[in-house]
């Protein structure tokens, strides 16, 4: 997600058309559990966030996808939710190539 104030990553089952996470099969819903756990412990690898944040609203798209947010008590929403919490703050291009870079190499580590 490109919101600096956040590192944020969203999850997207490869599964054609699937919208609730109650309605795939139990074993993509264990994969997506598994998917985020290793998600949430790399951002907590990579940032100085304290808490991780998982959600799946699904209001505005309806494919499923899963928000991982890391989360620090000095972020601009702390303690309440990111959704509708002042404006977007887009990466700068470097930046953001690092940050991709750093999760890419972190990932291709475990």
Request: glycine share 6%; with cysteine.
């Amino acid at each position: 997600m490109d919101d600096r104030r956040f590192p944020w990553l969203i999850l997207v089952p490869r599964i054609e058309a699937a919208t609730e996470l109650h309605r795939i099969p139990l074993e993509a819903q264990q994969q997506l559990l598994a998917e985020s756990s290793r998600a949430a412990s790399l951002l907590l690898q990579v940032t100085e966030a304290e808490k991780i944040n998982l959600g799946a609203l699904g209001n505005l798209v309806p494919q499923l996808h899963w928000h991982v947010v890391a989360r620090s008590r000095d972020d601009a929403c702390w303690p309440g939710p990111v959704w509708g919490c002042g404006e977007r703050e887009g990466y700068p291009e470097a930046e953001r190539e690092t940050l991709i870079r750093t999760l890419q190499e972190a990932l291709g580590h475990e």
